[in-house]
């Protein structure tokens, strides 16, 4: 709908008004005025009549038709009014103007016969035989109480007509420019009402756009100014509220995205409501575009989706640990509960996640090391438990067999000595304080190399390996010389064991970015590059049986990663199947 400016509905209906109360004044003045005017003729017509009538009122009875005849053409003359004078039968017998014998019977024109009823009447028509509009004044002539005849006079009322006409035109004229003026006034005065609802108009306009500070002024109206007061109150109030409510919503928003836990909440359609900034990062998604869309199509995974289901129609919260699978295998530990509104009715369901990946493989790795370590020890225990019950029962007879025995019995606890001296090492590296009792010492690298390469010289040379060392005797770093002795120690023992007979192994220490770097490089069996990943953890060999079989407890690497990473070092492997194996040391001067 189309609509109008209030100062164009009120200003045409003041307008209507004004112009019809000067129309209607013009139309009843001016009707008055003729009326007026007539009544004048009419009066002054009866007076000329008056005038006549006392020289023809003897001359009716006998008539005396002649004498009528010319005393209606010398008043009419004299007085420019026409004078005819009419028997009752209608016969015409004098006329100012006329010739009484060519005039036709008179009895039906509306003065005569008023005239004989009434005793006067009146007429105003259009005369044929003079072409002009003319006023008839009827009277009748009575004698002993009986209508002799009746005198009428008639007066052209052209020139009154064109004065009433005059008369109408300035009327006309004087009520346009009252009009004007009216209009101009109501157009004022239509404007004067109207600016104020329009201020208020523009002030609510500057409510709507959000300018709540600006207050609209007070009009001079008191009911609108009462309105502007009101307005202006709203808008403090409504100012105050939207303020308290961002500042909540800020409150909110720093507590959500300093949460350390990832927290979304979810409404009953299972669309998105609102995400903290670690719930983003753990789903791998844009914050800014997930809202109101669903989880089910910002994240992919039938476990959620399968969970967030459950969650939805759940009375209580549930709990889950749900697995992503992306570059790197993540866990979350995701808890549901239900949200409901401040009405108890139940709006969706809230999520709170913790990545728990590391937790679960540290548990997972703490269960494997208790199921290895038991299995490692349990497999030499349970070969001496066999040699020792065989001799304890006296079933070898020979002492070459008992010797035999005796030789593999020390073989295993030898072995279990040595698993349970590197338990040792690692649980003593593994210690919370371990770092603070680290022995630091500036130490030659040279000296180091000398003394791993003294323990395991007689290992070496029995498979005629020869260990070379090829540079950086002389390059010092401060490290905890037993510690570093024995991470160096146990990769030259790892390195003559996967080395066939005759082999090499060279050891050298250089200068890089800032930090020494030790290499051990054998030219050995080599490791696949499926099982470098592996190569640190506790228990974990590539060749079960053969690392057995030469001694191995599979800890030696992951002792040497804790004493590098005490040293808040670095260790990484280079190695090619067949080829031979580098490990790199990084430590820090
Ligand atoms: P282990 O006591 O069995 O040698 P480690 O922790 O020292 O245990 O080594 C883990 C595994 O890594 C070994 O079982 C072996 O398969 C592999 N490995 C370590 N060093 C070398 C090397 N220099 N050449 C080839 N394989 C190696």
């Known amino acids: ?28 003045a ?23 009538r006392y020289q023809i009122d003897p001359l009716i009875d006998p008539l005396q038709a002649e004498r009528i005849d010319r005393i209606c053409k010398i008043a009419g003359q004299i007085s420019s009014t026409r004078f005819t004078v ?49 006023m008839y004044v009827a009277v009748a002539v009575s004698q002993q109480d009986r209508l002799a005849g009746v005198v009428r006079a008639a007066f052209p009322i052209t020139s009154l007509e064109d004065k009433m006409q005059a008369i109408r035109w300035r009327m006309a004229g004087g009520g346009l420019l009252i009009a004007i003026i009216v209009g101009l006034i109501s157009l004022l005065a239509a404007r004067k009402i109207s600016h104020p609802i329009e201020m208020l108009k523009t002030g609510a ?11 609209m002024p007070l009009p001079a109206t008191e009911e609108l100014a009462v309105l ?16 308290t409510a961002i500042n909540q919503k800020n409150e909110l928003e720093t507590v959500l995205s300093s949460m350390r836990e990832g927290v979304v909440a979810i409404d009953a359609t299972e669309a998105i409501m609102s995400m903290n900034p670690l719930a983003a990062e753990m789903f791998e998604c844009d914050r800014d575009k ?7 199509e910002v994240v992919r995974n039938l476990a959620l989706q399968t969970f967030v289901s459950k969650a939805l129609s759940a009375e209580d919260s549930r709990e889950e640990d749900i697995t992503f699978y992306r570059q790197a295998e993540v866990v979350l530990n995701i808890k549901s509960s239900p949200i409901v509104d401040t009405t108890g009715q139940r709006i969706g369901t809230l999520l709170v996640m913790t990545d728990v990946t590391r937790l679960r493989r540290l548990e997972n790795m703490r269960r494997d090391f208790v199921a290895n370590v038991s299995h490692e020890i349990k497999t030499p225990l349970t070969a001496i438990k066999g040699y020792v019950e065989t001799l304890h029962n006296r079933e070898v007879d020979s002492p070459e067999d008992t010797n035999r025995f005796l030789g593999i019995i020390i073989k295993h606890v030898n072995r279990l000595e040595a698993i349970v001296e590197d338990l040792l090492s690692l649980s003593r590296i593994e210690r919370d304080n371990f770092r603070e009792a680290l022995n630091l010492a500036m130490v030659r690298m040279g000296d180091i190399f000398q003394t791993a390469i003294q323990v395991c010289q007689k290992g070496a040379e029995n498979k005629h390996i020869d260990i070379q060392i090829l540079n950086g005797e002389d390059l010092e770093a401060n490290v905890d010389a037993t510690l570093l002795e024995q991470a160096i120690l146990n990769l030259l023992d790892n390195a003559v064991k996967y080395s066939e007979e005759g082999s090499r192994v060279e050891i050298l220490a250089e200068n890089r970015n800032g930090m020494i770097a030790i290499h051990i490089r054998d030219y050995g069996s080599g490791i696949a590059t499926r099982n470098l990943s592996r190569l640190f953890e506790r228990f974990y060999r590539v060749d079960k049986a053969r690392s057995r079989q030469l001694g191995g407890t599979g800890l030696g690497l992951a002792i040497v990663k804790h004493i590098v990473q005490a040293h808040d070092g670095e260790i990484t492997v280079d190695s090619k199947l067949g080829v031979g194996s580098t490990f790199s040391i990084f430590l820090p001067r």
Do not use: C
């Open 86 to 134: 009419i028997l009752p039968d209608g016969r015409v017998v004098g006329d100012s103007q006329e010739n009484p014998a060519h005039m036709d019977n008179h009895a039906g024109r509306p003065e005569i016969s008023e005239a004989r009823g009434s005793g006067m009447g009146r007429s105003v028509r259009y005369s044929r035989t003079l072409e002009r509009r003319l």
């Open 1 to 28: 709908m189309k609509r109008k400016r209030l100062v164009w509905q009120i200003f045409p209906s003041f307008l209507l008004v004004t112009l019809m109360a000067i129309i209607t004044a013009i139309w009843f």
């Open 205 to 215: 306009d500057e409510f709507a756009a959000g300018n709540l500070d600006k207050k």
């Open 228 to 243: 502007a007061n009101a307005m202006n109150k709203m808008a403090t109030q409504l100012d105050n509220r939207i303020e």
């Open 290 to 296: 997930v809202k109101n869309r669903s989880i089910q």
């Open 30 to 52: 001016s009707h008055a005025l003729e009326i007026f005017f007539l009544d004048q003729t009419a009066t002054e017509l009866k007076d000329r009549i008056a005038l006549v």
